[in-house]
């Protein structure tokens, strides 16, 4: 598959307008993608200021998830070697000062049409709980929690269950101290061989 391959996909992906009715500030769908990527990443839904700067993870949630990968800023946006697939592409505004869930038309549009092309991936992180929904159905755990800490199980299937690297999440990490005494070693482990 060549690497423009993509691109009259994703041009359409980033003029969708379809749940614009539901969006607070509109739509403006965010994806990173390539059919040459190695790893991909399945998150929730891009922020509020990711929403401004139509980067994925371009905030405090995309430098934690940088760190827990081990990589830099310049191959974490190098789409030939990551592609970020959210299951809402657009921010679907807020509630109770948390993010609301994705918008549940965007991913049954977009991912079947769009996955499948990533024929060279070798490593699908699930981030967060709707990730996890999408990516896992039934075989995710009771709570993220559990699918997280069953992460081996999932592994054979080639997808890595994560909690959201979220600065809300901080009380999540310090309950689970073995996410990153035991997990994370693993992950950058299995993200290194993934990329090269």
Known sequence: MKADALVPLLTEVRACLLCSAHLPLGPRPVVQASALSRLLIVSQAPGCKVHDNGIPFNDASGDRLRDWLGVDRAMFYDAERITIVPM???FPGTLKGGDLPPRPECAPAWHPRLLPRLTR??????????AQAGLLGERRGRTL????LAWSAHLARGVLPLPHPSPRDRAWLKRNPWFEAEMLPELRRLVIEALH
Not at 145 to 148: A, E, F, L, S
């Open 121 to 130: 991936v070798r490593l699908t992180l699930a981030i967060g709980q709707y």
């Open 88 to 90: 809402g592409f657009c």
């Open 145 to 148: 929690t559990h699918t997280v």
